[in-house]
């Protein structure tokens, strides 16, 4: 095996290891209903987040999220109207028994303790605070609830919980002998933030160029086949592998197998998510990222730079490669490395949507869907592996799998590299909106092949399938950020929307136009071999000379 065969291995290998990656829509949670902690009169607030900001000696200092509780009242969600009061750390420190503080509608800060959350509300009621800070003893946050047999939950004051570190930085503020006050809002999330249009609009560009890109070497093979056929008129030349060099098409076993395999990838992510093992992805994502982006400069520049794409130079432990691509690699493989070294600034979201944009156009140029039956099978079964671990691994698992992983809850870092996303630009919270590899590269598969049929069939767009096709896509991602804004911000696998709008489009049209059979079975129209054409041609000529 040469280096390049074993670069198109690890390739091929990164390529799987992608497309078996979360394929959830997610912006995170900021308000969360839990059904384990029922409500009741007193105690039937969401749990929401909260902004505690805080100013020093009048200078706006640090700001801290926390979580507001099941009892007291709702939290302001506007900036405007929440009021600066005047820290106090409480003596005694839990606030299980009545504060010796003198409280003037100040905020008073709480540890944890053994006693109820309610009962360190109602305190801090009694003495006059405007609110409870509640520093939890761990880096997490808990969801404050009432016990079943609570019945003193007449609390008018709100109370939210803060992490142990926020508590260890206000308490340094406390102990320094400053004037500390807080302020206390819970923005809402706009329920439709730009950075979800333009994640729909390069989901749907990603699929619509890689679509256009497939179809047209499609048909360039076609007519290379032909013009072999045409000048093969003294025998029946094996042409099964004409112009299908480096593509690889899926069948029934292999779309089954994939869901087998992606289940046990994505269980293997979450047991071992790590920062080693965030790593690896990222160089396998660099691996693959690299490939795609070569794949597509070359593919462009070689229609301006047509010369240097067609004279090739044997290059030590590589086959032949043309001066296009020794002159772009170094270029993609800077990018990479810088993108890599840098993924956690702020603005690296740029770099890792360009890779990965590149590299999902060069899957859905490689890896084919040979007919509608394959298709079907695929996108079923991902349908099914969408839904359960998004929603049903919650009963095996107290989380869902998915958006733990997607998400990177268990690491110190955004997520994996296997993500298109966006920063949320108007959302108070900040974040991202993302999308996994496999809601485009999935749907986009047979969304390619539609368009490869109706360029080998001759259809126009309006009577083909891929015009029909792309809007059941973008309609199916639209639903799945409808019901995202719908849901508060919670995970939706997008698969459970994008399936049934784009397969059932396809489905029914080809049963309505009589194609369903050839779709199904054949994936690509009937069409004249040239050279029994011509010799039946021939066979008249000499038939008319006689």
Known sequence: MDLQSLYRLIFVSALISLVCQPSSV?????????????????????????????????????????AGARFGTTIVSKEKNANQRRLILSDPRDCCSHPMNKLANDVIMVDRGHCKFTTKANNAQAAHAS?????????????????????????HIPTVMLPQDAGASLEKM????????????????????????????????????????????AREAAIEQDKLLKDALDEIPDTRHVGSGGIVTINTISAVLFVVFASCFLVM?????????????????????????????????????????????????????????????????????????YRNVSFAWIGQDILGIALIITVLQIVHVPNLKVGTVLLSCAFLYDIFWVFVSKKLFHESVM????????????????????????????????????????????????LRYDWLANKTLR???????????????????VALNLMDG?????????????????????????DLRVLWTRGEPQRPCPHIQ?????????????
């Open 26 to 66: 997610t912006a995170g949670d900021i308000v969360n209903d839990d059904d384990l902690a029922p409500k009741k009169p007193g105690c039937e607030n969401d749990f929401v987040l909260v902004k505690v900001q805080t100013w020093v000696n009048g200078i706006e200092d640090a700001e801290f999220v926390g």
């Open 131 to 155: 609110a409870v800070l509640i520093i939890n003893n761990q880096k997490e946050l808990y969801k404050m609830v009432c016990e079943p047999d609570e019945t003193d939950l007449d609390i």
């Open 174 to 217: 406390l102990t320094s002998n400053s004037s500390v006050s807080v302020q206390l809002y819970s923005p809402r999330r706009p329920l439709v933030d730009i950075a979800e249009v333009f994640l729909w609009l390069m989901a749907v560009g990603t699929i619509l160029c890689a679509s256009y890109w497939s179809a047209w070497s």
């Open 269 to 341: 992510l979450y047991k071992l998510m790590s920062n080693w093992f965030v790593e690896l992805l990222v160089v396998l994502f660099c691996i693959g990222g690299v490939e795609g982006l070569q794949t597509c400069l070359v593919a462009l520049l070689s229609r301006w730079f047509k010369r240097a794409g067609e004279s090739y130079i044997k290059v030590p432990f590589f086959r032949a490669l043309s001066y296009l691509t020794l002159a772009i690699s170094p270029f993609c493989i800077a990018f990479a490395v810088v993108w890599a070294v």
């Open 403 to 450: 958006i733990v992983v997607a998400r990177g809850d268990k690491t110190g870092e955004d997520g994996i590299p296997m993500l298109l996303k966006i920063p949320r630009m108007f959302d108070p919270w900040g974040g991202y909106s993302i999308i996994g590899f496999g809601d485009i590269l999935l749907p986009g598969l047979l969304i390619a092949f539609s």
């Open 463 to 481: 009577a083909g399938y891929f015009l029909w096709a792309m809007i059941a896509y973008g309609l199916g991602l639209l639903i799945t950020y």
């Open 490 to 514: 919670h995970g939706q696998p997008a698969l459970l929307y994008i399936v049934p709008f784009t397969l059932g489009t396809f489905l029914t049209l080809g049963r309505k136009r009589g």
């Open 534 to 546: 011509l010799k039946h041609q021939h066979i008249e000529e000499l038939n008319d000379e006689k």
